[in-house]
Structures are given as C-alpha cells and as structure tokens.
C-alpha cells in the first residue's frame, strides 16, 4: 500500500513569491492534516481537510491556504512569502481525522526561502 | 503559548538502559495522548499512544505512562536500541477534535 507523497521534495524561493505544495494520502484515507515543522517549535497545525472541506485551522496568516480534491489530494498554497516561511512541510492522512486515529505523514516539503 | 512541552532538548542513553522521555501538557481538555518518532529525511511515524481514562500503555519495548493530575506524561524504552535514535514527539489532541497538538521534540541519542 502506498504512504502519503508530498512534492516536490524540496523548493528554493524569494520572497514575495508563492508557492503550492502538493500532497496524495493513502488511497482510502478521507482526512488530510497539513503542520509546519521548524527547528525548536515542533509541528505547528495549518490545517484539517475531509472531504473536500476545511474543518479545522491553526494560527496562521491568511497567507496559509489549502484545498482538497474530491479524491482527497490535497494543496497548500502559501503567497507572498516571507523569510520566516522557510520550514518543512508536512502532510498527514487518516481515515476520518478525529483526535484518536494515528496519522501517518509523508516526508515533507523542506522550503527555503531567500 | 505552547499547551505541549518537552524540556529536554536532547537525551543520551547507553545501549541497553532505559530511556524516558517527558512531556508536560497544559489544556486539561485533552484527552488524547500519543508519540511520535521521526527519522532525519522521513515524516514521523506513530509509536504509541494513550488515552486520558488510563494510567499506563504498553506496546513492547514502549511504555507510555500519564499522570493527570500533574499532567505530565512519560514514554519509557526498555532496552533502548541504537536504532531508536530519533526524534520523539509528544502530542495531544481531543477525542473528537481533529488535530494534533505537539511538543518541539526530544532528540534521543542511543550509544552502542
């Protein structure tokens, strides 16, 4: 069975550009989670797609957007970016996304931004 | 506000001996506890979790053990292996939310 495939693997950009992240869940899977990992912070919740509808969001500029496909793809797109963007990215799938089900991640999108 | 700390950045252990790692929560609303282990280059993978109406879980080698009127909760690794050497994350989350809040993690260094 295949994981969760986030691309691309890896993205350079400057700011003020934006930048659209893709992620495929595990084929059956209707929950997609999207975290922003950096070095000292932990995984910081974006956001909670299922089927098709954002659910649930974290503490993020409106900068942060996302969207899920009717075979539960989903994209995170994050405009006019900003030095402090520079992350990993990490998309999460899971068959109904509540709070007891284990997620299982993809490795992420590791971001720079110069 | 951080509602998930673990405080120790990083942790060394002889192969062998046992690890523990903490993490301290501060939402009394959570109800749902679970670890996480990630490699450098991977997305982390479940280890094991816990829920709020019990003391103690065991999978193995792993033990995680929950004190909520201190909430604080603990993951131990009997014997720690030198594969074990990974990041270990600490979440929360509500029965019936639909996110997880984590810990900034807790590097473990397991010398052979």
């Known amino acids: 069975k295949a994981g969760v495939t986030q691309t691309p693997r890896y993205l350079i950009k400057t700011r003020g550009q934006q930048v659209t992240l893709s992620c495929s869940p595990i084929?059956?899977?209707?929950?997609v989670s999207w975290y922003q990992q950096t070095p000292g912070q932990g995984l910081q919740f974006l956001f909670e797609?299922?089927?098709?509808?954002?659910?649930n969001k974290g503490n993020f500029p409106g900068r942060f957007s996302g969207r899920q496909f009717s075979n539960s793809r989903s994209e995170m797109n994050v405009s006019t970016l900003e030095l402090g963007d520079s992350a990993l990215y990490l998309c999460?799938?899971?068959?109904?996304?509540?709070?007891?089900?284990?997620?299982?991640f993809g490795s992420g999108t590791q971001l720079s931004v110069l | 506000d951080q509602q998930v700390k673990q405080n120790s950045p990083s942790l060394s252990v002889q192969e062998g001996r046992i690890s523990i790692l903490n993490c301290d929560y501060t939402?009394?609303?959570?109800?749902?506890f679970l670890w996480y282990k990630k490699y450098p280059a991977e997305g982390p993978t479940f280890l094991i979790s816990?829920?709020?109406?019990?003391d103690k879980n065991e999978d193995g080698r792993f033990t995680v053990f929950l004190n909520k009127s201190a909430k604080h909760l603990s993951l131990h690794i009997v014997p720690s292996q030198p594969g074990d050497s990974a990041v270990y994350f600490c979440?929360?989350?509500?029965?019936?939310?639909?996110?997880?809040?984590f810990g900034a993690g807790t590097i473990l260094r397991v010398k052979s």
């Open positions: 797609y299922f089927s098709e509808t954002q659910r």
């Open positions: 979440a929360a989350s509500l029965e019936y939310g639909n996110k997880l809040v």
């Open positions: 999460a799938s899971s068959w109904t996304g509540t709070g007891t089900e284990k997620l299982f």
């Open positions: 816990i829920s709020s109406i019990k």
């Open positions: 084929s059956g899977h209707r929950s």
């Open positions: 939402n009394s609303m959570f109800d749902y």
